[in-house]
């Protein structure tokens, strides 16, 4: 929060987003009629669940930003069906509502066993505990389009080095498309974006003893054509201070200065087959709607000899 809030422009990290409530808004925000990448890609995991269940076989399941596993769920029904058992592993950054999930789940799904890990994937995953048997991680939800191209290049390199051949990572990634759609998902008539937004002012008031207003800012959410990417921003309603007690640092902040919040690129089939590529994964499956408005791909740790 330092080095993002006290330099220019100045920059939140998306993952404080996450806290219990933000959690829950955003699983709001999900069945909002504007908001088409959480249907669209759970569309295509129903529809193709049963596929790439019997196609990678997994023993284990592992969801880096699992949040409330709403989607997973047809990967873990499409595997009951089948009689298929694995061990389920959600990692999220939440720990309140990791253990949520995992007792919904448990309830839902008898007999899953769920391995929740509890963490900032962000920080880098070199301590993550090694599934024995082979695994299908998931990364879910667009995300990968909240890292610039550099992270994004290195968390999905640092996955592929995790894993081993047999292994399997499925990835949803959002579509460039009309700005219009992009523009009402990401500022939506009930006003959950905003309130998701500016719930990280509250997350920095309990985690660092800040005194943020929430009144005194504005969610802004604008298509960055250059760069095909959504920009999420907090703007300072009038000039103010705000202390940071746990920094012991002053913010001080100018009328309409902006904190960026979030991007979320949108990607061409061409990027997306090039950010697997240069990990050395292999594509085996790619799954979007007609409208192209979405892609799920898997893709393979290849065996040597391959």
């Known amino acids: 929060v330092r080095t993002g809030l006290f330099s220019q422009p100045r920059s939140l990290a998306p993952k404080y987003f996450y806290d219990h409530k933000g959690s829950h808004l955003f699983d709001q925000i999900c069945e909002t009629p504007e908001y088409y990448p959480t249907r669209t890609e759970a569309a295509l995991l129903q529809e193709y669940a049963a596929a790439i ?51 919904r ?39 990968i389009g909240n890292f610039d191209p550099i992270a994004a290049e290195e968390f999905i390199n640092e996955i592929a080095a995790h894993m081993r051949p047999g292994d399997a990572l499925l990835l949803g990634a959002d579509r460039v498309k009309d700005t219009g759609v992009l523009h009402a998902a990401y500022n939506d008539e009930q006003g959950l974006t905003a309130e998701f937004n500016l719930n990280l002012l509250n997350v920095l008031n309990r985690e660092l003893d800040a005194d943020f ?13 250059q760069d095909s990417q959504i920009e ?25 200065e902006a904190i960026l919040t979030e991007i979320s690129r949108k990607f061409s089939r ?4 090039h950010l697997i590529e240069t990990s050395g994964l292999v594509e085996t499956a790619h799954y979007e709607p007609d409208n192209g408005w979405y892609s799920l791909v898997l893709a393979g740790k290849p065996h040597l000899s391959d």
């Open 232 to 256: 999420m921003y907090l703007v300072a309603e009038k000039q103010q201070s705000v202390y940071l007690g746990q920094l012991d640092r002053v913010l001080e902040l100018e009328q309409e």
């Open 213 to 225: 207003t929430a009144e005194d800012f504005r969610h802004k959410a604008v298509f960055n054509e």
């Open 105 to 143: 789940l448990r309830s839902e799904f008898p007999g899953l066993e769920i391995n929740a890990q509890c963490g900032d994937f962000t920080a880098g995953i070199e301590h993550l505990e090694e599934p024995g048997g082979r695994c299908l991680y998931l990364f879910l939800g667009g995300t």
């Open 53 to 103: 269940i019997e196609h990678v076989q997994p023993d284990h399941v592992l969801e880096f930003g699992s949040g409330t596993s709403r989607k997973t769920r047809h990967l873990l029904e499409a595997a009951r069906q089948s009689d298929h058992s694995m061990t389920y592993w959600p990692f999220d950054i939440c720990s309140s509502l990791l253990h949520d999930v995992a007792g």
């Open 270 to 273: 061409q990027s997306i087959r």
